[in-house]
């Protein structure tokens, strides 16, 4: 009974909400291709690859998850070659992403609709050895049906926030059902541990590693600012302080163009970038900057070298901002500072380029990984604009303050490392 209940609340939903999923994939662009996965439609793909005698099938929900899913592929991978991966996800940018850098061997599709004529049709169709769902992606129907194939499930840097916590317990009769199902639960933290045998996973399936995503930081070539958006500056690199918004969200822009602007005439030398988190808010950033009076200059706008001359620079592009960390001096890490975008974004990969990191107080969706920054005292936390401003002018004006802040971000970075290794002896290949 407690299934047809979900199983009709999600078509409920599903319907409800499919005119608002509609708009935001015009909105973002590149859901059309493939969209068919997600009614487990397949076309002119082949799933059974015959040389590889293991066949796993992995999902990350968007972006943080999926690039865990690529570093654990290619470790795997490097210990093991007979095996291959069905690469799920949800999002047009994670997608776009694993286009990008997955296996040649590997399969890229959308997420199947978690409804049991869907799931039962995807399970049949790629009949994985495995299942690999990163961090907090437990459908109960793929689970379900899993279970009764004998597919062995693995839930890989499982976290639980505060919010999704309570709403668990709410259905907790659901949720002890599918977390007995799993085989095996990798999780970020103690408190973590506690919560999921309180929503009634097995205590002998459940690990505690640490957070994978300080192992999985993606290796990149690093590019200078003036390579990168193809412009010349008259100024050397000694001279010149580069303040980058990292996965900006509405209205941080704003913030980071305040803190600019009553900087900019006391430091010429201070240079703003902004890197938001969804690209297709760029047109909108743009006319904000103007607003202020600024002239912008985008990362795919230059064919020929342009000189700059105090433009504001602004990153259009996905998945690249990695590889000019290793020139940015702070980075302010976005979705920390005001509701309802709240939880934080990524911190690991500017701190292992030895940026200094500012962060706002609401970074939950962070929570183990920020405690680790937090003992090192390795992060700056702002409450406001001029909270911001103050951190960054003390930062400009005390070069021995902006190194030991540099260096003590990097030293979180390598202190967070080992859970990728823990976690692999923990799921077991066949």
């Not at 001279?239 to 900087?263: I, Q």
Request: a positive charge; charged letters at 25%.
């Amino acid at each position: 009974m407690k299934w047809f209940v979900y199983n009709f609340l999600f078509l409920l939903f599903f319907i409800l909400f499919s005119p608002k999923f509609i708009r935001r994939m015009i909105k973002r662009g590149g859901y059309k291709k493939n969209f068919l996965n997600r009614l487990s439609i397949y076309k002119n793909i082949n799933f059974n690859k015959n040389s590889f005698n293991n066949k796993i099938w992995i999902h990350g929900v968007s972006v943080g998850e999926i690039n865990i899913a690529l570093g654990l592929i290619k470790k795997i991978r490097k210990n093991n070659d007979s095996v291959f991966f069905i690469i799920s996800t949800n999002t047009s940018t994670a997608y776009k992403i694993v286009e990008k850098e997955k296996h040649h061997d590997d399969i890229l599709i959308y997420f199947p609709l978690d409804i049991p004529l869907v799931i039962n049709r995807s399970l049949k169709i790629i009949n994985p050895q495995q299942i690999l769902l990163i961090e907090g992606e437990f459908w109960p129907n793929l689970i379900s049906k899993a279970k009764k194939l004998n597919i062995p499930i693995h839930l890989i840097n499982a976290r639980v926030s505060n919010n999704t916590y309570k709403k668990y317990l709410l259905f907790k009769t659901f949720t002890k059902d599918i977390l007995k199902k799993i085989n095996t639960i990798t999780i970020q933290s103690e408190r973590d541990y506690e919560r999921f045998i309180k929503l009634g996973a097995n205590q002998n399936t459940i690990h505690t590693v640490g957070s994978m995503k300080f192992d999985l930081v993606k290796s990149s070539e690093n590019l200078s600012i003036s390579k990168f958006f193809n412009i010349k500056f008259s100024l050397d690199k000694q001279k010149k302080f580069f303040f980058m918004g990292v996965s900006t969200w509405p209205n941080e822009e704003k913030l980071l163009l305040d803190t600019y602007r009553s900087l900019k005439n006391s430091f010429p030398e201070l240079i703003l970038i902004i890197a938001p988190r969804h690209i297709e808010r760029v047109s909108d950033i743009e006319k904000l900057i103007k607003s202020y009076g600024y002239k912008i200059i985008k990362r795919n706008d230059n064919i020929n070298q342009k000189m700059f001359k105090d433009e504001v620079l602004l990153i259009n592009s996905t998945g690249e901002i990695n590889s000019i960390f290793n020139e940015i001096d702070i980075a302010y890490i976005g979705k920390s500072l005001e509701s309802p975008n709240i939880g934080g974004q990524n911190l690991i990969e500017p701190a292992s380029k030895n940026t200094v990191i500012i962060t706002g107080k609401y970074m939950d969706n962070f929570r183990d990984i920020i405690k680790v920054f937090d003992k090192l005292k390795a992060r700056l936390i702002v409450n406001n604009s001029i909270d911001l401003k103050l951190k960054v002018e003390q930062l400009l004006l005390d070069k021995n303050y902006l190194n030991d802040m540099k260096i003590k971000s990097n030293d979180a970075f390598e202190y967070g490392k080992g859970a990728l290794d823990k976690t692999l002896t923990y799921i077991k290949l066949k």
